[in-house]
Structures are given as C-alpha cells and as structure tokens.
C-alpha cells in the first residue's frame, strides 16, 4: 500500500513547543493541519489566537495562519478520521530513576488507534527509550485491527529543534527517519519533502533513530561539563576559557574539528536535563552501566550553585558582604533568547543566592511576568534600570540579544559603587571588560 496522499491533511496530537512550532509552519506552507491536545484552556488560546509557547517568530506566525482556515484546533480526537498523516508530539517525561513515563503517549495510541484509517501515515516525534516504538506504539495502534507497515505508515522521526531557531530548522534540518520497514520510510521521505522540502536521514529502524536523538542530548550534556570543568580550570590559572577553547577548537580531528562547547552556568529546557537520564535507564536495563551520564549531570546540575559561590566571593573581595547586597539578575529563562524557564538553571543560582541573604531582582524581556513570579516567587522589574538601580552586582545569566547593547557608562552610573558584572552567558568580548574596568566595575564570569 501507499502510504498519504498527494495532497495530505494532517494532525497533530499534542500542541506543546514542538507540535506548535511543526504545525504552524505546515499551515503557512499550505498544508491543512488539525492541532488536538487534551488541554481545553490551551486550544481555547490557540482560537483566540494567543500564543503561549515563547518561540520567536511563532506568535507572529500563527497570526499569519489564523483566518486561512488551514489551522484548527479541537479537543476531539475524532479529528483523527480525516487525517493522511498522524504526527504524535505528546510529552514523554522520565521519573527520579530515569525510566519513561509512557502515559500521555499510551492514552495518544489508543485515541489513534480507534480512528486510524488504512493508508494512514503515523508518525512519532516524541522522545522515547529504545525499542518504545516497536514495543509499546505499534501493540496499541494495531488495537485497530489493522497492521503496521502493511495498512498504515508508522516511522519515528526525533524532533531536534534548538529553542530560538526552531522555525528555521523545520525548514533546513535533516529529519531522522526510522520507519517500521521500506514502505513506512518511503511515504516519510516523501511527507517531508513534499511539506518542508527538508532532506532526511532514513536509518534502517525505529530502534536506531530511537538511540540517534538520545545519543546527540547525550553527547551535548556532556560537552557542556566538559566545558564546565575547563572553565574551572581556566579560572584556577587565572586564564580566559574563550582563548582555551578557541584555539582548541581549531584542531582538526577525522572529519571535523575539535568542538567544545561554551561554558554556562547550568543546562535546563525540557530536553538535556532528561534524556541523558532516560538513555541511562534504557542501558542499565539491558545491562550496560554509562558511566559518563552521572557525571556528566552531576556536573551541569551544580553549576547553579558554583555560580552562586563565584557571586558571593567576589562580592565579599569588593568589601561587599553577601548577606544584604542587592543582586540584578538580567534573563531567568534555560537559555538565550527564549523566554522559556522549563527547568532553568537561574532558579537554582536564585535560590543558593537567597540563601547568602542577597536580595535579588529579576528583569528578562523575554519571559512572561507572571509566569516568572510563580516560578520565582519574585515580582519582576519592569525595565532594567528598575533592576539595576543600587545593584552590587548585575548577573547577566540569559545572553539575551537585547543585553547586548548594555550602555555600561549609565550601568556604572546606576549601580552602587563597587558593583561586579557577572557574566553567566553573555560571554562579553575583551573590548567591553576592558572598558568596564576602566569605568570602575568589577568583571567576573564561568571561566573568565
């Protein structure tokens, strides 16, 4: 059979970050889509056209899409019974030993299953353990009486997006596909050239595509703690971590180059700080102990705190004691230039603050300011200078793009004298150290 048709209607189960990002760009490339999520507030949003995932472009691109008719949105997952392709984005969350937490994607194959029709293409995005494809998804979508790889497509194709740049990666990144045999991979080649345009990278499993997208949010923590500890050391030797690693960078090895990341002051999202555990768990169950994931999350998970300790330090080097000084912290979210605070690691460097009795202020252009004052438990500033008015130190911990205009003379002007810059992923070049130095201001951060 061939699986989806020339002109394929889509849905997709689960409207998180990557099922809105996927559908909404499908409905601006003309493709009908039919977003279904259980969450009643949430689709009820979408139709009034808000959009609650913190992705550049997104809000504007729904905007684009809303009275074309090619997004709906529906808690019903009779939706299903018109689709040509099922692309399931559920959530796959792990538990405190790593083990995947298969309830939202049970109770998604089971929706599916009992509206799947023949010719069907089936696709699982969702970050799972090996073998999750073949032995759970497959068992419960051939509750239908139908069978996979001969009456509908089934394929996982891992989602890989970077926040900040998902909506141009949709459109350029190479999709992983692991289909259930020739006939399932065929039909997903072909849904994502002919929707995307994008070229694949079919692998002759569900399994293996399954290892490749745990294998890279593996490989990615770890580098991060390796950058981590090399900054630790960089600091030791009172030497730059951006010296070290570019000029270690440059050394070609096989194909490529030596490529360590940049040091941060932790990892957050909803990826890196699962995953790793979840391949772990998935190994020790077949009996294969990865070393390198415990100690590579062990490392990620105390730089919050190590961050904390670096800030209390220096402050009490400028004859500032810790406990009653005034910390500005610019950008709470996981990462740059996303307003996304999925497991950030600012929390933690928040917290440990606190507890040396610093009072801290918030200001992230960026983030929603309700959802920081729940996640925080602190009202945010309006503006920055609201937040940087009689700081001892200003922590720069979201590189956001809007700090990289920071005019440093009025910072000096409003701060309190001393006040330490600290740098948590701004990663100041030379020229602006050399410049806050001459104005007065103390300049610290990871590794440098």
């Known amino acids: 059979m061939r699986f989806v048709s020339d002109s394929p209607r889509v849905a997709v189960i689960g409207f998180g970050y990557v099922g809105s990002c996927l559908g909404v760009t499908l409905a601006e490339l003309g493709v009908p889509v039919v977003a279904v999520d259980d969450d009643a507030s949430l689709v009820e949003r979408l139709r009034a056209g808000e959009c609650p995932i913190p992705e550049p472009g997104l809000a504007e691109a729904l905007g684009r899409v809303r009275d074309t008719g090619l997004l709906t949105f529906t808690t019903d997952h009779d939706a299903v019974r018109d689709a040509d392709v099922v692309v399931i984005t559920v959530g796959t969350p792990v538990d405190e030993d790593g083990a995947l937490l298969t309830g939202a994607l049970e109770q998604a194959c089971v929706q599916v299953a009992a509206r799947i029709r023949p010719g069907c293409l089936v696709i699982l995005k969702s970050t799972v353990s090996p073998g999750t494809t073949t032995n759970l998804v497959i ?25 900040g740049a998902a909506l141009a990666q949709l459109r350029t990144l190479p999709i992983i596909v692991g289909g259930r045999g020739p006939a399932s991979t065929a039909a997903t080649v072909r849904f994502w050239a002919d929707t995307l345009g994008t070229a694949t990278h079919p692998l002759p499993s569900p399994e293996a595509a399954e290892v490749a997208k745990l294998a890279t949010n593996w490989w990615i923590d770890a580098n991060i703690a390796i950058a981590n500890e090399v900054a630790q050391l960089c600091a030791a030797f009172d030497v730059d971590v951006l ?14 180059h030596v490529n360590i990341l940049l040091p941060s002051i932790g990892v957050g999202g909803s990826c890196l700080v699962k995953d790793p555990w979840m391949v772990w768990r998935a190994a020790r169950d077949r009996g294969v102990e990865l070393r390198t994931v415990p100690v590579s999350r062990g490392v990620n998970d105390g730089m919050p705190e190590h ?54 202020r918030l200001f992230d252009p960026l983030a929603d300011a309700e959802e920081v004052r729940a996640r925080f438990g602190i009202r945010p500033t309006a503006t920055l200078e609201d937040a940087v008015d009689g700081a001892h130190c200003v922590a720069v911990l979201a590189g956001h793009r809007p700090f990289h205009d920071l005019d440093l003379a009025v910072l000096r002007a409003r701060a309190a004298h001393p006040c330490l810059v600290f740098d948590g992923r701004r990663y100041f070049p030379k020229a602006d150290i050399e410049e806050m130095r001459r104005l007065g201001l103390r300049y610290r951060g990871i590794g440098r």
């Open 243 to 256: 010296d070290v690693l570019g000029a270690t960078n440059q050394l070609p090895k096989g194909d490529r």
């Open 307 to 360: 961050t904390a300790r670096l800030i209390g330090a220096e402050l009490a080097g400028l004859g500032v004691p810790p406990a009653g000084a005034v910390v500005a912290v610019l950008g709470v979210s996981f990462k740059n230039d996303t307003g996304d605070l999925r497991n950030t690691p600012v929390a933690g460097v928040v917290e440990a603050l606190r507890a040396q009795g610093c009072a801290v």
């Open 139 to 163: 068992p419960l979508l051939e509750g239908s009486g139908l069978r996979a790889e001969r009456d509908f497509g089934l394929s996982f194709c891992p989602e890989r997006l970077a926040e």
